[in-house]
């Protein structure tokens, strides 16, 4: 009895001993598989130019742009566009009730004929008293008057033919058109109201051709000039950048010490409109910095990383991008010139890992 007491809890410690061991063989295991090397593909760190940007805010606007009148009074009798509607040259706008003016065209066409009538007659009385005149028939008096008329009569049929051409013209400003391609960006009437000649019917945007007006500091006035190239990006389209030309640069400095700078954008597909808020990158020269291929950077905690291979190790870098690229990655600082770069990077590679 003494020895099984002397015994079991020699026998229990001993259980205990390997049962402790078993816990702690399983992080050896673990760590000599992570250590195991792993063959990688690699790209060297390469030298990008870039360009260097002077950071400014603008808004676009149509290269042309007009408020279009109605050129006529009368009652609106029915519009083809609403805001928004993209129109060509020609197209018709609206359409004004112009039946008075067709009845001063039918007044003015009858004053017309009237003129020409009576200059005809005038004209042959002219001729039957410049013959009374040769044989002394009447007085000098009577000639003069009689000749009078027919120096009027030219002048008054004139006149009569401006007012058919102001009366037709009337009539034809009661088909509002477009004058170029553009898009409506507001509209003024409705059917049924009554416009003057100088009422506002729409407004209208040229968006083919758009205009990146922003304004520049006194103190980079040196750096602009015509032609200089320009990045911007819109809310709508996220990092996708634009290009502008600068076509038009400011002869004074206002009163706030800027210039106004006006560059041209060729807007084809439309996808950008007037009235849109400009971020906008000035070129002013050029910078290099590191790049990768873009298949070599991932993201974590937020920032983009890469792994390195350095002394046949894995060592991962956080990048300070600068620019990104659909192929390229362009970095300020994490990685150098010449360095070796994984490429593609793999989710299961690791930091410290060892590489063949």
Known sequence: MTML??????????????????KRAAPVE???????????ETTEVKITEIPTLLRLTGSLAGARETDLAANVAGRVLDTKVERGTRV????????????????????????????RTQEKIDQHECERYAKLMDHGA??????????????????????????VSIAA????????RAPFTG???????????????????VALAEVEDLH?????????YPQVKLGSKVLFTVAAYGERKFNAEVIHIGGAVRSTRDLLIEASIDNKDQVLLPGMFADVGLIVGKESHPSVAQAAVFTQNGKSNALVVKDGLLEQRVLRVVESRPDLVVAAGGIEAGEKVVTPYRPELKNGQPVL
Do not use: H, W
């Open 183 to 201: 898009v409506v960006t507001e509209r003024f009437i409705q059917v049924g109201e009554y416009v003057q000649a100088s009422t506002r019917v």
């Open 30 to 40: 673990a760590k000599t598989d992570s250590a195991k090397p792993v063959k990688v």
């Open 88 to 115: 060509k040259k020609g197209d018709i706008i609206a359409r004004i009730d112009v039946s008075s003016a067709a009845l001063a065209l039918t007044q003015a066409k009858v004053q017309a004929e009237t003129s």
């Open 212 to 220: 990146l007006n922003f304004s520049l500091p006194e103190a980079n």
């Open 5 to 22: 007491k002397l015994r079991s809890p020699l026998l229990f410690a001993l259980l205990l001993v390997g049962a402790v061991g078993c």
């Open 138 to 163: 009447v007085t000098d008096v009577e000639y003069e008057q009689v000749m009078a008329r027919c120096k009027r009569n030219p002048l008054s049929v004139q006149a009569a033919e401006a007012g």
């Open 169 to 176: 013209k009337n009539v034809g400003d009661g088909i509002i």
